[in-house]
């Protein structure tokens, strides 16, 4: 079986299970039909079939490296900016699991924290009206017991 054979596979899995996500495998996809390609090259021919992520396709380049989908295969002058540009095409092997860096799941774990915070919030403020008939339940003072 050839290189291109198992790309084909490897594609084809990819496509109908959906194992990337869906601005990288629009990149991955364009690299597939289109590539082997420079960035600056891909960014153009997606822009030119309308793809919006065109727009930053440098960016998923290395990202899907990083998974093991696409691989850097070599250098020449990009036809787009005439500089010496790395070429990239597709491998034959699926995804690995994408790993975010600490700081950007720490970050999202702060986010989420805080809209649980919000939720759990509003959740009991709702159960307090509930218990006072829909209306707002006199707050205790200190010492003083709760009515519930």
């Known amino acids: 079986m050839t290189v291109r054979q198992t790309s084909i596979q490897a594609y084809q899995q990819i496509k109908s299970q959906g194992l990337l996500a869906v601005r ?3 990149v991955y996809d ?11 090259e891909v960014e153009r021919g997606m822009r030119k079939m309308g793809m919006a992520s065109g727009r930053h396709a440098n960016k998923r380049l290395p990202e899907l490296r990083d998974q093991g989908v696409v691989e850097e295969i070599g250098e020449r002058k990009c036809s787009v900016t ?3 540009a790395i070429v990239w095409d597709v ?3 699926l995804p690995k699991p994408f790993r975010r860096s600490s700081q950007t799941r720490l970050m999202v774990l702060q986010i989420e924290n805080k809209k649980l915070k919000e939720l759990l919030k509003d959740a009991l403020d709702y159960i307090e009206k509930l218990k006072c008939g829909g209306r707002r339940c006199p707050v205790p003072k200190k010492g003083q017991q709760s009515l519930f």
């Open 24 to 26: 990288r495998f629009e």
């Open 30 to 40: 364009w690299l597939y039909q289109c590539g082997p390609a420079t960035a600056q």
């Open 82 to 84: 005439g500089k010496l």
């Open 91 to 93: 491998t034959s092997l």
